[in-house]
Every structure is written in C-alpha cells, then in structure tokens.
C-alpha cells in the first residue's frame, strides 16, 4: 500500500512500538511511502489506548520529528490535522 500513491495524495500512518520505537516507525514511514507517520509509545505514562490523553510523535519524510507533548486526544488529532494541512499547501 502506498508505493503508488498519486503525486496529490498524502499518506499518513500510524505506529505503536514498544522498543527501537522511532527506527521502527521511520521504517514503516519508508516502506509504505508515507508523507506522516505518527509514533505512539506503550512506554508513555497517560498515552495509549486506554485513556482520554495521548502523546505522540510526528515523524515527516525527511525524517524530522515533532513531538506532541501530554494532551488530550482530541488536541493530539488537531495536531496531526494541521499537519497534514501544513502538507496540502506545500
């Protein structure tokens, strides 16, 4: 999935890792030929699946990370949003 994507789309993935997290998730970014992958950790005190806040990092192709502090979910998914935004006007 992904290798041939169109030129105007934008892929954008999502990785749980529990160890070798960021190397894992930029090989995932690479082999599906994402735009965006954002990483979550199981390691993060208030983060994951069970609760109402999650921290994440957003990971571009050219490998530069953004770190989205402690927050709740639906502020992580306005991130993620502006970044993809961010994407659709490069």
Do not use: P, W, Y
């Not at 789309?9 to 529990?18: K, S, W």
């Not at 699946?49 to 571009?60: A, L, M, S, W």
């Not at 402690?70 to 992580?76: I, P, W």
Request: hydrophobic share 40%.
């Amino acid at each position: 999935m992904g290798k041939n994507k169109k030129k105007e789309q934008i892929l954008v993935g999502f990785a749980l890792e529990t160890f070798d997290e960021e190397a894992n998730a930029i090989k995932k970014l690479e082999s599906k030929n994402l735009d965006l992958i954002v990483l979550n950790s199981l390691k993060d005190e208030g983060a994951g699946f069970k609760g109402d806040t999650n921290r994440v990092t957003i990971i571009d192709r050219q490998h530069h990370k953004e770190i989205v502090e402690l927050k709740s979910k639906r502020d992580v998914a306005k991130d993620i949003c502006q970044k993809i935004v961010a994407l659709c006007s490069l």
